[in-house]
């Protein structure tokens, strides 16, 4: 195996990715209807009746059983991976004679492809569930708060339509400074070392500050769309205590998922760097 890009990794490890997605589909499937389930069992309550309790205790204990078999499996097919993944290209760079920094800093960026389906790929999935899944139900209870949705949704479509560029570069300058690491450090120069890690922290410093002022401007749009949210339901004329509630739940669990893919979509972009990078070692 000479290329060691995601596309790759994925392609060979095709069956086992897939069946840990599979598994986190059906899990936040349950997720996705326990809202409505629950306000169903709070108006159920109200009137005298615990037919919606029992209904919202058996959602969840699928969802529970499903996530735990999940957790269990995801963790026994990634370390499989990475080891099959990360000892191979350690061998090939061995054998092409390239420096042990090079294998080293490429090593760890194997793992950090590893994590991304383990980790990232499972929270990219978990949000775009919470997204897809809150706007349909938004969409039945009140065309406005659905609107208003979709309307935040364009507006962090655009936030990082024109950051992209800059979270690409910052990455790659960030990525060519770590595979000098262990050569600098090789030294023993004092001022090269000094330099080399505040090279390392310009570069981070850069991305975060880029990161704060997308986040504050993504965080004051989802506190808008709450508390219109909150508003528009408790004003509906059909408005039921069960009803608000479900509401409001898909409305946060929307911001929650809009609020974290774009902590993935960064981490794609540091990704594709990294991939362009291992694509042919």
């Known amino acids: 195996m000479s290329d060691f890009s995601i596309g790759a990794i994925f392609k060979r490890y095709k069956w086992k ?7 986190l589909i059906l899990e936040n499937i349950s997720k996705v209807l326990q809202p409505l389930v629950l306000g169903i069992a709070i108006n159920d309550l109200i009137n005298g009746s615990n037919k919606g309790l029992w209904l919202f205790t058996g959602l969840y204990l699928i969802g529970f059983v499903i996530g735990t078999i999940r957790r269990y499996y995801d963790t026994r097919a990634y370390t499989f991976i990475y ?8 061998e090939t760079q061995n054998k092409k004679g390239i420096e042990v920094s090079a ?3 490429r090593s760890a960026l194997v793992k950090e492809l590893v994590d991304f389906f383990e980790h990232d790929v499972t929270q990219a999935f978990t949000s775009a569930i919470s997204v897809v899944g809150a706007l349909i139900m938004l969409a039945l209870f009140d065309l406005w708060i659905f609107g208003g949705c979709l309307l935040t949704i364009i507006i962090i479509i655009l936030i990082y339509t024109f950051s992209t560029k800059r979270i690409y570069n910052y990455n790659i300058g960030l990525n060519d400074e770590l595979e000098h690491r ?3 450090l090789e030294t023993r120069e004092r001022t090269g070392i000094f330099n080399h890690f505040k090279k390392i922290t310009k570069w981070l410093v850069k991305m975060s500050d880029l990161e704060t002022v997308n986040f504050s401007i993504i965080e004051i749009v989802l506190f808008i769309l709450a508390i219109y949210a909150l508003y528009a339901s408790a004003s509906a004329v059909n408005a039921t205590a069960g009803g608000i509630f479900s509401v409001l739940t898909y409305v946060l669990e929307f911001s ?3 609020f974290m893919l774009p902590i993935i979509f960064q981490q794609i972009i540091r990704l594709q760097e990294i991939s362009t990078r291992l694509k042919n070692i």
Do not use: D, K
């Open 17 to 23: 990715i897939s069946f840990t997605f599979l598994l």
């Open 83 to 90: 080891t099959n993944v990360a000892s191979e290209i350690a």
């Open 103 to 105: 294998i080293a800093a």
């Open 182 to 184: 262990i050569n600098v």
């Open 256 to 258: 929650g998922g809009v």
